[in-house]
């Protein structure tokens, strides 16, 4: 099918993907990009998380070493939710995809261009709260469709980072941490009675407000919730007044005198022993340990209620790993998915990015971990809420003005004001 006459959900993927830029399609017969040259067959493999692009191209290399008759064409991506939409529309789909388990790829999946793996006998072998939150990301609100359209490959977490020599100067238990909301701000109290930082907040950078959005909203606000305000049927200031409200309390009470700085700047006095808490994802480790490679360090879960029963992880499937729906070459794909998922592997890159493996028999490449490693091996998990929330909302200005004017009715209104517009342009299904 030429660009010129396209199925209209293909085209509403891509728009919402793009994020309000200029209306573009996607073709129904979309190929692979793969090629063949003298009985070798090249695949195109779509890579887009930067901290990860030396360990995924080092693997290729190993793959072809194994397998002289494919070769992997790496493509590290900046931009991936806009280089990926790019090459959708110039019908450049590529073989073999890692992509971020958030909203774009849940647009996309919609859409059909990932290959479908719900009936996969790999399905056995995953961690069920991982296969469910890719599953609850596919932007549909039938749930027959919410289909399993990637395989989880890495998780990560949101919660905070604990300096372990730092608490037990002060004469708490960095390795028994609170169940509770009430137990938590108390422990803040502690610390700000020591004359210590409880939180280190870095709001230069109003992104990483969103973690802790994630981490206590998370456990407030169940999923489903998102299709019912998907539907009219609530609003956002049913669903996040509570944590706006502690939000507010954290950040006008706890953090320290000079809040305005960078992520790159909190990650290193948060090395240097600045604070207690850094209230952000797993991510963050492996940039601590950047600038303090022997930082006692743990992470624990944010508790949210003050029922340590109802405590949730807010976790995320990280890197998805899939294949392209239209790819000439399924077999020669999957031979290096399958290659990626050995056991080895995912170890290997479990411990390079400090993430948790995707199998039933879930564990952690960093011992920091340790102590939520139980949520993800009873499946107590739950996505990060600003995954169902479009990306042409700006949730992190919208915070960043919540957590400085104390406002919640303001921002709780404004998110709502942004979604009905988002809505009002979205096709819905």
Known sequence: MKLGTLHPKLKSAVVKVAAGLATAAIGLGLAGCGSDTAGTITLDFFQFKSEAADWFTEKAREFESTHPTIKINVNNSSDPATDLRTRLVKDREPDVITINGDINFGFLAEAGVFHDFTDDEIVDELNP???????????????????????PYAGNASGYIINVDLWEEAGEDPYNPPQTYSEFIELLDRFKAQGITPVLASTAEPWTLQAPLSSLNSTLVPETRYTDLRE??????????????????????????????????????FANGKAAILPLGTYAIPQVRLVNNDMNLTFAQMPATDDADEQLLTAGDDVLLTIGAHTAHYNEARMF???????????????????????RDTYVGDPALAGVLDFYQSGRLTDFCDHYVPASINIAGFLQSLISSGDTDAFVDSMQAEYDKVQARNFRT
């Open 129 to 151: 709260g991982m296969v469910e939150i890719a599953k609850a990301l596919v932007q549909t609100t039938d749930a027959e469709r919410k289909r399993l359209y990637a395989i």
């Open 232 to 269: 009219g049927t609530t609003t956002f200031a049913e669903l996040w007044t509570p944590v706006s409200d502690q939000l507010v309390d954290i950040y006008q009470n706890y953090v320290q005198s000079n809040p305005g700085i960078t992520y790159q700047q909190a990650t290193q006095d």
């Open 337 to 359: 998915v399958d290659f990626l998922m050995e056991d080895d592997n995912v170890r290997d890159y479990s411990a390079a990015q400090s993430a948790f493996s995707p199998y």
